[in-house]
């Protein structure tokens, strides 16, 4: 039986000064991390609307990876001062992705960092700009230790797929954002929070597979048994 195929967003970079063209890249955590669950990654850059389709209709599931901010315009707000720089390829990209793989109900979804941010903005929902900025007390959401060392702890829902997957109430986790989801989109519900209030997880409600997560569990991975379930439950349902 061959192994599901899993679309991998790509991020997209603009060039430098002239010197080098723009690039689409995919970080090879992700990729690792997929192969390891058993499934076979296939990058997705931004092009025509079309032609992504037609990649996607290849896989079976979909990573909506990390990058740059989504531009608050899309969620009908203006620019926060300290909202980060945006791409407007990625949010093509993204757009397009997300709203084939959520019109595809069965499309299993996975969506990490800016991934979770994408998803919640291309289903309706809207974000904060500045965690730091925005959230009273905020904690500290963008670490200086290595990426696969967690650094805070998450709380999570009761009766959530984030929490069965994992068996636990709380769980600790890395954090490289300065962005997160304020209003979830209609038919998602918040399942993960940092005690500071700040959105970690979100599923869609009766969907096969469909979650975003704020950390970056492609760098615990390889250390962390607990959070590889999730690419394995996630390349499981692409199947």
Known sequence: MASPRIAVLCNYTDG???TFSARQLVNQAFLDCIVAAGATPLPIPD???ERIRVLLELCDGLLV???A???PRAYGRRPHAKLGS???HRDHLDRVAIEYALARAEMPILGICRGIQSLNVVAGGTLLQDVGSQVDGALKHNQSAPGWYPT???DLAKGSRLRDLLGCERVAVNSFHHQAVDDPAPEFQAVAWTEDGVVEAMEREGARFCLGLQCHPELMAPRDERIARIFAAFADACG
């Open 65 to 67: 990876t990390g990058g």
């Open 86 to 88: 945006i791409s407007p």
């Open 47 to 49: 092009m025509g609307d």
């Open 152 to 154: 805070h702890d998450i």
């Open 16 to 18: 430098d000064r002239g």
């Open 69 to 71: 901010d989504f531009d």
